[in-house]
């Protein structure tokens, strides 16, 4: 089992900064993969950036440059930096786990980005 708890969400204005947390806990030793996913109203959910455990990254071709995930393994929490935020950037962003030694994937619960004026 592994818990997922996402963070960091609120309203900011376009142009600002947001830092989003996810904090893992359980059998996090078995996670190979985190990945930041993102659906917005009326949308599907998309990858948004992912790290895996030997540190590579992969991020969503349209958010190069903006995004930036990284990790605190002391902390066990995967985090994503995101910059120049635009209106369209608003959405929930969910955290993935994903181990080949894991039963199932797990998702958080989400955190609500709203990026207005």
């Known amino acids: 089992q592994v818990q997922l708890v996402e963070s960091g969400g609120g309203l900011v204005q376009p142009g600002g900064s947001l830092r989003l947390s996810c904090a893992a806990s359980?059998?996090?030793?078995?996670?190979?993969?985190v990945g930041w996913y993102r659906q917005a109203p009326g949308k599907q959910r998309e990858l948004v950036a992912s790290i895996t455990r030997g540190g590579s990254t992969h991020y969503a071709d349209s958010l190069k440059g903006r995004f930036t995930i990284s990790t605190d393994n002391a902390k066990n929490t995967v985090y994503l930096q995101m910059n120049t935020l635009k209106p369209e950037d608003t959405a929930v962003y969910y955290c993935h786990a994903e181990g080949r030694g894991l039963p199932q994937d797990y998702w958080g619960k989400g955190t609500l980005v709203t990026v207005s004026s």
């Open positions: 359980g059998t996090i030793f078995s996670i190979d993969t």
